[in-house]
T-cell receptor
Framework: NAGVTQTPKFQVLKTGQSMTLQCAQDMNHNSMYWYRQDPGMGLRLIYYSASEGTTDKGEVPNGYNVSRLNKREFSLRLESAAPSQTSVYFC???????????FGPGTRLTVT | AQSVTQLGSHVSVSEGALVLLRCNYSSSVPPYLFWYVQYPNQGLQLLLKYTSAATLVKGINGFEAEFKKSETSFHLTKPSAHMSDAAEYFCAVSDKGSARQLTFGSGTQLTVLP
């Protein structure tokens, strides 16, 4: 039982390049989330998916797109990377009436 | 809209001393509340959660938190700090809507001094 997995662990992009961050969970959770973590700002929600086939914007969606490929997988795409998107990105999945969330190990992204 | 405030971005305690990390929430209805811990270069791990079943909640690694509605607080405590407790701690509040989003505080970095 791997929990929530993310790839890649590290990535360096040049401004304007695109990339997709991958996330998968094996806990049969309905909800999945993408957050970014910046120093002194906690975690901010980018996009979420309450169930397979649905996605919604979070607090900071600009510059990102997501795909809920199936119940297990939820990807985050940067179409044209900007230095302001340098951050650590976490994927999480949630379950139950309390929405207890489980987090992946993160992807550290640097945009130069 | 709900929000979470963590007082003190950095807290230092001596090994064996009491740990107290503060969290205040703003919500129009009694929320669900969580404390998460993040060790260096790792994801977040759930420490404990408030579900309204009991105001004093016990979590992993000897941590506990008390929900005080009158003070809108959910402070995290541990009677005796250990070196391994050094990490960043996040308080979070969940709405009760269908998506049940979490809103996180800005985090408190705990340093444990020998």
């Amino acid at each position: 039982n791997a929990g929530v997995t993310q790839t890649p662990k590290f990535q360096v992009l040049k401004t304007g390049q695109s990339m997709t961050l991958q996330c998968a969970q094996d806990m049969n959770h309905n909800s999945m989330y993408w957050y970014r973590q910046d120093p002194g700002m906690g975690l901010r929600l980018i996009y979420y998916s309450a169930s397979e086939g649905t996605t919604d914007k979070g607090e900071v969606p600009n510059g990102y797109n997501v795909s809920r490929l199936n119940k297990r997988e939820f990807s985050l795409r940067l179409e044209s990377a900007a230095p302001s998107q340098t951050s650590v990105y976490f994927c999480a999945s949630g379950t139950g009436s309390l929405n207890e969330q489980y987090f992946g190990p993160g992807t550290r992204l640097t945009v130069t | 809209a709900q929000s979470v405030t963590q007082l003190g971005s950095h807290v230092s305690v001596s090994e064996g001393a009491l740990v107290l990390l503060r969290c205040n929430y703003s919500s129009s209805v009694p929320p669900y509340l969580f404390w998460y811990v993040q060790y260096p270069n790792q994801g977040l791990q759930l420490l404990l959660k408030y579900t309204s079943a009991a105001t004093l909640v016990k979590g992993i690694n000897g941590f506990e938190a008390e929900f005080k509605k009158s003070e809108t607080s959910f402070h995290l405590t541990k009677p005796s700090a250990h070196m391994s407790d050094a990490a960043e701690y996040f308080c979070a509040v969940s709405d009760k809507g269908s998506a049940r989003q979490l809103t996180f505080g800005s985090g408190t970095q705990l340093t444990v001094l020998p």
